[in-house]
């Protein structure tokens, strides 16, 4: 009871990060690795948001470009340009993903009751993949679903594409 009533106290902790400008965090549960920019290897015939996949210590793992997964316009990778490795778990099935941000900031604090729904978002992201608006004393940061920013025919996309670890078949 001690450890739930800390933790309402502090806040659950999220990654910040930017998209063109704009402040982003997820939950810092989902996140698994940060990583700088490194060489992409492409695949044909995928959606332009997946840029292609990495070999991660033995595993492949598929990199979604989240500038151009959110409709925004591509941006050359630079020295900040990072990956943002994630797991992802649709209907049981665990799988890493690699997020590319235009730079990683901070993990920060966000009490529960300082995210907001909101039935509309003044931003660049469709709503579906936004969990909240939080203000926080640095501003205002967009929360992302983690879950929700691929359909579910994309990550079946995606796993076809990249082999389950061994040992969780």
Known sequence: MEISRMKTLAGSRYLNFSLDRESYCMEIL????????????????TPS???????????IIPIIDLRLKFGMEFLDYHKRTS????????EGEHMLMGLVV???HEVIAIPEEKIKVLPY?????KAEYVRGVAD???????????????????????KTMAPAPAGNE
């Not at 996140?31 to 044909?44: A, N, Q, R, Y």
């Not at 990956?83 to 649709?90: A, D, G, Q, R, S």
């Not at 978002?121 to 992201?125: D, G, K, M």
């Not at 640095?138 to 579910?152: N, P, Q, R």
């Open 30 to 45: 989902k996140v698994k690795e940060l990583m700088g920019m490194t060489d992409i290897t492409p695949l044909p015939q």
């Open 49 to 59: 948001f997946i840029r292609g996949v990495i070999n991660l210590r033995g595993q």
């Open 83 to 90: 990956i943002i490795v994630v797991e992802m778990e649709i």
């Open 102 to 104: 235009d730079s990683i």
């Open 121 to 125: 978002i003044n931003t660049r992201v």
């Open 136 to 158: 926080t004393p640095d501003g205002m940061k967009i929360v992302l679903d983690v879950h929700k920013i691929l359909s579910d025919e994309e990550f079946v996309q995606l």
